[in-house]
Every structure is written in structure tokens, then in C-alpha cells.
């Protein structure tokens, strides 16, 4: 594999390759890491490689003549090469995506710098953008280096071991399992005995299950991607079964004060379908109650038959998981009600969460209430409308309001129902 990057500080390399696996690699010719200046090839005295950006703006913009220059000097004709450029708008690097690039036999790595490059690099000359994190670096030399590195890493023979590669995180889409090595016993921590048993067999299971158990405390979003055998997915169950989610969050379906079409304030009736199918998300989801909110009494005791019909008449031996799922709702005549008994509950009042289809001010995205939330210090009570959303002086009182779900289109006319798993799921999940 040849590396050639095209940096303006090369110096910055002369420390990441010199020492470790990547030195004795070059040393041994399985890689090359060719490095270039690309001041060398503008063509003013001064030997500029920004200027500022066409439109104002602040910073300064990569030329397009020298970066151009760069790319059609080192990219070898004759190999099976790739052009990429660092930066934060490029795909997020990845273990799969650095086994891909190991295939090739020349990698052109641009380094980006100040507020990018040129628009016109891109269209003309790279087929890859990467990029290795949510955060600003102060120049596209720190994500080539961590590239070449893990790239290198599954070019045969740059490792000792052929498979370690495949044994560390990510390789399988898991989290590694739990290392240990001599002593035995150290500040009467010891060593697991099914590593000191001698049987291979039930170790590679053992570590297998530790790998899968802590993807799911740490990074269950990994799960999605790992390659998993049925006998994993059962255990993930089983995992599931014994570590229930640290998260306090209660949901409540509210039918009063909510808006009709007009914008005014009306009272809508319970629905079969609303309390069936939230009912199984919260389940799902490790919600600890469901609430349903309605003032009027003839609509609360309708909805008690309904649940009584299915958690402990006739259709309770006729759908067992439906009595799961609805046997976490509750019906209150109101909102104050609800946080009451939350309040009662948790031992601390809730924070409440209003859900609405419109934009507003001051709105949390979902990042940051998911971090919150998943941090199991607080309870939560996320509040879903019907009708045509819930009344404004709910909202205003309200800790937190989520923005809207949105997806790739303009339409966002979604049911409660449709909304209500949409928002666990990325909330409590995802």
C-alpha cells in the first residue's frame, strides 16, 4: 500500500509513522507513506495555497491549482488508487469502511485545512470523504494519520497476529470483550476462571456473550450492525431480561386541553387503536408507565373496560403480551393528576416533555434530551396530543419541547400512534 499525502505541514508526520507498527511496517515494505507538500506546487513567489472565498465569509479557502497540481503528480496511473479528502462533511470512518480501503493499492489522502477546499476539488478529483468525528480539528493531518493507521491495520502482515484485526472492536460490529493478564489476583480482583480452564471452546463463548454484553450497556446502537448468530440474539434477550434500562420514563396520552383544526380548545375521545399500540412501543421500550389522560368520566370508564377485558377477562389467555403491554397503562382525569403520582413514584417530581408537530423556539433535539434522559438521574414524563396537538399553555409550562420528526420529505402529518414509536425509539434507543 502506498499512502500519498497531501498536506501544507509536512512536518507534522515526522512523529506518527517514526515509531510502533507503522515504522516496523514501512521498514519491512508493506506500506509506503509518501508525504507532500502541496506549497510545492503553486507557482507565485509567495507560494499561496488559500484565498479568501468568493460571496465574504470568514476564513480562507483551499485553491483549487495546487491541490489539482498535487492530486495529478501522485496518484500512481498504474495502480488501483482512491482520492480522498478529510473533512467533517464526509462519511463517518468506520472499521468496515478501513477494511474496504485496505484493498486498494494507493490511497491520495487530501488534508483539508481552514474552511475547506475549493468546491471544484471535490467535483473534479475525490471519490471519498471521510470523516472521523463530530468535532473540529485544526487541520485534516490528525484524521490521515488515524486513517493510515487503522487502514494499515488489515494489510497482511503489518500485525504480528493475522487476526488480530479481527478480534479488537468493531471487527464483528461489537465492543471487544474484557482482557486480562498476570497475576491471578490483583487487589483482590481475580482473574474470571473459564480463562484459566484451558478449554478454548468455552472461553471463545464466554468472551463472545462479554463482547455482546458490553455493546448493549455501552453501545447498544452497534447491535444493529453486528454480525450476530441466532443463539447471540437469544442471548441478547436473555441480557435484556437481567439488566433493565436504568431510564425513568413515563409517557401520557393527553385528550384534554388539546386544539381541533380551528385552534381551539377542545376534548377528544379515547381511541382502541391509540392505547393498543402506544401501550406496546412503551412496553418495548422500558417505559415504566403509560398514562391516559381524560376529564370525563364516561371516557375513563370505558377505557377501564377496555383494559379490563384484555389484562383480566376473556382476552387475557387469548394474548398474553397484550396484557404486558397494557398492563402498564393507567388512566387519570388530568395532567396535575399524573405528575402526582409520578412524583409519588420516583420520589421526585418529573420532568415533563411536550411533543408537537410545529416549530417553535427554544426546542431540544433529540441528541441531547436522549443524553439526558439515559443518564437515569431524573424521571421524565413525555406528553403526546391528540386532536391537533396539545394547548399552548401546556407547552409553555412544559420543561423541555421536542422538535418535530421530520424526515426526508415536507409531509408531517404522522398519527400519535405512528409519532409515539418514532420518538421512543430515538429517545430510548437509536
Keep these: 500500500m502506498i499512502y500519498n499525502i497531501l498536506t501544507i505541514f509536512p512536518q507534522f508526520f515526522d512523529s506518527p509513522f517514526s515509531t510502533g507498527v507503522l515504522k516496523k511496517a514501512q521498514e519491512r515494505g508493506l506500506i509506503e507513506i509518501r508525504v507532500h507538500d502541496i506549497r510545492q506546487f503553486t507557482s507565485d513567489k509567495h507560494r499561496t495555497v488559500d484565498d479568501k472565498p468568493y460571496g465574504g465569509g470568514s476564513g480562507m479557502v483551499m485553491k483549487p491549482e495546487p491541490l489539482g497540481d498535487a492530486i495529478k503528480a501522485t496518484k500512481l496511473k498504474e495502480a488501483k488508487s482512491l482520492v480522498m479528502l478529510t473533512t467533517p462533511q464526509g462519511e463517518r470512518f468506520s472499521d468496515k469502511i478501513a477494511k474496504e480501503l485496505s484493498g486498494f493499492e494507493q490511497l491520495v489522502i487530501i488534508c483539508g485545512r481552514y474552511e475547506g477546499v475549493d468546491e471544484r476539488i471535490r467535483e473534479l478529483y475525490v471519490d471519498k470523504e471521510i470523516s472521523i468525528g463530530d468535532y473540529v480539528l485544526s487541520g485534516g493531518e490528525y484524521a490521515a494519520s488515524i486513517i493510515i493507521d487503522a487502514v494499515s491495520r488489515f494489510i497482511p502482515g503489518v500485525l504480528g497476529n493475522e487476526a488480530s484485526p479481527y478480534d479488537d472492536s468493531f471487527s464483528e460490529g461489537l465492543l471487544e470483550y474484557p482482557q486480562y493478564t498476570r497475576p491471578e489476583i490483583y487487589e483482590g480482583k481475580y482473574v474470571p476462571e473459564i480463562l484459566l480452564s484451558g478449554n478454548h471452546k ?229
Design 202 to 430: 468455552e472461553i471463545e463463548n464466554w468472551r463472545k456473550k462479554e463482547s455482546i454484553k458490553r455493546t448493549y450497556s455501552r453501545r447498544p446502537d452497534l447491535l444493529d450492525r453486528a454480525n450476530l448468530k441466532v443463539e447471540d440474539l437469544e442471548f441478547i434477550k436473555e441480557t435484556k431480561k437481567m439488566n433493565p434500562p436504568s431510564f425513568r420514563v413515563y409517557i401520557a396520552l393527553v385528550h384534554y386541553p388539546v386544539y381541533n383544526k380551528d385552534l381551539k380548545i377542545i376534548t377528544t375521545a379515547f381511541t382502541n387503536l391509540d392505547v393498543h399500540d402506544i401501550g406496546r412501543a412503551a412496553r418495548t421500550y422500558g417505559v415504566r408507565g403509560f398514562f391516559l389522560v381524560h376529564p370525563v368520566e364516561e371516557q375513563r370508564e370505558l377505557v377501564q373496560r377496555v383494559l379490563w377485558h384484555w389484562i383480566e377477562g376473556p382476552g387475557a389467555s387469548y394474548n398474553p403480551t397484550r396484557v404486558e403491554a397494557l398492563s402498564i397503562v393507567h388512566i387519570k382525569s388530568s395532567l396535575e393528576e399524573t405528575i402526582e403520582e409520578i412524583g409519588q413514584r420516583e420520589g421526585v417530581k418529573p420532568k415533563t416533555v411536550v411533543t408537537d408537530a410545529r416549530f417553535r423556539g427554544n426546542m431540544v433535539g433529540y441528541p441531547e434530551l436522549r443524553k439526558n434522559i439515559r443518564k437515569g438521574e431524573e424521571p421524565y414524563l413525555i406528553l403526546f396530543g391528540t386532536g391537533w396537538g396539545i394547548a399552548e399553555d401546556v407547552i409553555e409550562s412544559a420543561d423541555y419541547v421536542l422538535k418535530p420528526i421530520e424526515g426526508p420529505t415536507d409531509y408531517n402529518h404522522l398519527s400519535v400512534r405512528g409519532a409515539a414509536a418514532i420518538i421512543l425509539d430515538r429517545l430510548l434507543w437509536s
